[in-house]
């Protein structure tokens, strides 16, 4: 097998025509194909089939996470449009759900298009809008001040002036539809600037379905970041730097998937939090006492590789080491990077979209069916399946 950090994105790759691409969700939501692939072998369903696929016994977990109206849009002086897409806070709180609660000015890491356009100027969207000014610039990124006088927190503005951030590709501006259309049935908690597609299928039908066949479910939050779209530009992986999104996972939940044998992720972001948590595990019980709990994205490969925990042993330590400090919940970060030559820990099915050609998310589909995801994108793209965010669903299983 090649080395991990020798893998290249570029051969892990296909043809997805533009029309393909689905620029709209379907209503109603559970009405998406879904392609079910189990020992070898293809099957075409409905999302809305799920409940009777699922194994028995089996732990169905989500990802709680809410997208925020992370896109500005603003006129400057000069009448030239600025985009703002705000990525993650960075004072005076760093922690998301205190960020949207900050009064009267805060500074954000933020994506700023046309940004040649914007110099000492300060910018606001419209009345009752924060004002915003460049603080400075970190290679790609730029850093915002967003300051106003109304006594009202910062994400109830930031829902006023911004729209729910659709990926670029979509090449449209967001509209009602997306509003609800682009939010989970279950989203939560207030901090994604992208939406874990996967689970946009889900309905209060399908939701009951599970429910009615015994199939418990747990949750656990990350919030998605930008980082999500963006593709892998280096010849190879070891010079791919992953993003870091933080995650909470509930101690019921971590609980929940030591008794369950078999762990079912809705969704590439609910597979990074769950084998996450194993190398959390792994690092208390080599460490005893870890200064941080930060999965590191090259920790699978190269962590102590001679000690092999099993997931019952590595989650029980996790959930003792939050017991002995009185923690209910978990918040850490990951920049876990799951790529061919990963061996999975935790999760042994995967619900997931049909994902962008080169992008990190594909090389985990790669890592999770082998060279089997040829195969299975092959037959999605011959059979008229939607990609992308908004595009039809898969059932993969190791």
Same mark, same amino acid.
């Given at each position: 097998m090649i080395p991990v /950090?020798?893998? /290249?994105?570029? +051969?892990?790759?296909?043809?997805?025509?533009?029309?393909r691409i689905a620029l709209h969700g379907l209503q109603p939501r559970d009405e998406a194909k879904m392609l079910c692939y189990r020992k070898g072998q293809l099957e075409e369903k409905r999302f809305y089939d799920l409940p009777e696929l699922v194994l028995p016994g089996s732990l169905l977990v989500f990802n709680e996470t809410r997208v925020i109206h992370a896109r500005i849009m603003? *006129?400057?002086?000069?009448?030239? =449009?600025?985009?703002?897409?705000?990525?993650?806070?960075?004072?005076?709180?760093? &922690?998301?759900?205190?960020?949207?609660?900050?009064? $009267?000015?805060?500074? =954000? !890491?933020?994506?700023?298009?046309?940004? @040649?356009? =914007?110099?000492? &100027?300060?910018?606001?969207? @419209?009345?009752?809008?924060?004002?915003?000014?460049?603080?400075? /610039?970190?290679?790609a990124f730029y850093y915002v001040r967003f300051e106003w006088k109304e006594p009202v927190p910062f994400g109830a503005l930031l829902h006023s002036a911004g729209q729910i951030p659709l990926p670029p590709y979509m090449k449209r501006e967001a509209g009602q539809e997306d509003e609800t259309r682009y939010q989970t049935v279950f989203a939560r908690e207030e901090g994604s600037v992208a939406a874990p597609t996967a689970s946009l299928h889900f309905t209060e039908p399908v939701l009951d379905g599970l429910k009615? !066949?015994?199939?418990?479910?747990?949750?656990?939050?990350?919030?998605? $970041?930008? $980082?999500?779209?963006?593709?892998? @530009?280096?010849?190879?992986?070891?010079?791919?730097e992953m993003h870091e999104e933080k995650i909470s996972v509930p101690l019921v939940t971590i609980r929940k998937l030591i008794q369950h044998p078999h762990i079912i992720a809705?969704?590439?972001?609910?597979?990074?939090?769950?084998?996450?948590?194993?190398? #959390?595990?792994?690092?208390?019980?080599?460490? @005893?006492?870890?200064?941080? *709990?930060?999965? +590191?994205?090259? #920790?699978?490969?190269?962590?102590?590789?001679?000690?092999?925990?099993? !997931?019952?042993?590595? *989650?029980?330590?996790?959930? $003792? =080491?939050?017991?002995?400090?009185?923690?209910?919940? *978990? +918040?850490a970060a990951t920049r876990l990077l799951i790529v061919p030559g990963y061996e999975f820990r935790v999760v042994n099915t995967l619900i997931t979209n049909f994902h962008q050609p080169g992008s990190t998310l594909l090389l985990l589909v790669a890592a999770f069916l082998g060279e089997a995801w040829k195969t299975v994108y092959d037959y999605a793209l011959t059979h008229e399946f939607r990609f992308l965010s908004y595009g039809d669903a898969s059932l993969l299983s190791r």
């Open positions: /950090r020798s893998i /290249r994105a570029a +051969d892990y790759t296909y043809h997805l025509p533009a029309e603003v *006129l400057n002086k000069n009448g030239a =449009w600025i985009e703002v897409f705000l990525l993650e806070p960075v004072s005076p709180h760093p &922690e998301m759900s205190l960020a949207l609660r900050q009064q $009267g000015s805060c500074i =954000w !890491r933020c994506y700023v298009g046309n940004a @040649k356009k =914007w110099k000492d &100027e300060i910018l606001v969207p @419209k009345s009752g809008s924060p004002a915003m000014e460049l603080v400075s /610039r970190d290679e009615a !066949r015994h199939i418990e479910t747990a949750s656990v939050v990350l919030h998605v $970041g930008a $980082g999500t779209f963006t593709p892998v @530009k280096t010849e190879t992986l070891g010079e791919h809705a969704g590439t972001t609910s597979l990074r939090t769950l084998e996450s948590l194993y190398w #959390m595990g792994k690092k208390i019980l080599l460490e @005893k006492e870890p200064t941080d *709990l930060v999965t +590191d994205q090259w #920790m699978p490969y190269d962590y102590h590789p001679e000690f092999t925990p099993t !997931r019952e042993e590595s *989650l029980q330590a996790l959930a $003792g =080491w939050m017991e002995r400090r009185g923690m209910e919940r *978990l +918040d």
